[in-house]
T-cell receptor, first 114, second 110 residues
Framework: DTGVSQNPRHKITKRGQNVTFRCDPI?????LYWYRQTLGQGPEFLTY????????KSRLLSDRFSAERPKGSFSTLEIQRTEQGDSAMYLC????????????FGSGTQLSVL | QKEVEQNSGPLSVPEGAIASLNCTYS??????FFWYRQYSGKSPELIMS????GDKEDGRFTAQLNKASQYVSLLIRDSQPSDSATYLC??????????FGAGTILRVKS
């Protein structure tokens, strides 16, 4: 399987706990994106990387959110001190520079904060 | 952040009919446009991309782009019950950020 892989698929946590999600992009893709989606809404941009550099971070993203892509391959998204409002589907997507900007999404991580 | 607007629906069409989905966007500088299909509980799946004014056909799908009117549409011919899903319009902003509309729910009745 050469698609975008995300782990875990589901995460249930208590308010105030920290959570970390992992994304493995399509192997030759050098751009990696994180989006968040709530019910009835389209995906909302959080941040993106080109290789290991984080090039943009949404102004809507609080300081409790941090993302890394240390070697330009997989990426992690950490949420500290989770709140109930963080409950959402967290989607990772990857694309290839010069690949007509097509983004391909992983299956997502569904986060529930109790 | 620029906006992408879609009618939330649901849009109901009988099996075999043409479904027409519409989208408007606010960023006049946008050059790349995409349609994604999303089944309930699943992630978005890319079905069409369009970069130039006019029509682009791929099987039963036709994407239409009018940059002067800032309008993108998706036509689905011979609609099937399996086409029932949420269709997301997405526009690439300057800086390589894809902005999505809220999606249109399509229901194809057999």
């Amino acid at each position: 399987d050469t698609g975008v892989s995300q782990n875990p698929r589901h995460k249930i946590t208590k308010r105030g706990q920290n959570v970390t999600f992992r994304c493995d992009p399509i192997s030759e893709h050098n751009r990696l994106y994180w989006y968040r989606q709530t019910l009835g809404q389209g995906p909302e941009f959080l941040t993106y990387f080109q290789n290991e550099a984080q090039l943009e971070k949404s102004r809507l993203l609080s300081d409790r959110f941090s993302a890394e892509r240390p070697k330009g391959s997989f990426s992690t998204l950490e949420i500290q001190r989770t709140e109930q409002g963080d409950s959402a589907m967290y989607l990772c997507a990857s694309s290839l520079v010069g690949g007509n900007e097509k983004l391909f999404f992983g299956s997502g991580t569904q986060l529930s904060v109790l | 952040q620029k906006e992408v607007e879609q009618n939330s629906g649901p849009l109901s069409v009988p099996e075999g009919a043409i479904a027409s989905l519409n989208c408007t966007y606010s960023d006049r500088g946008s050059q790349s446009f995409f349609w994604y299909r999303q089944y309930s509980g699943k992630s978005p799946e890319l079905i069409m991309s369009i970069y130039s004014n006019g029509d682009k056909e791929d099987g039963r799908f036709t994407a239409q782009l009018n940059k002067a009117s800032q309008y993108v549409s998706l036509l689905i011919r011979d609609s099937q019950p399996s086409d029932s899903a949420t269709y997301l319009c997405a526009v690439m902003e300057y800086g390589n950020k894809l902005v999505f509309g809220a999606g249109t729910i399509l229901r194809v009745k057999s």
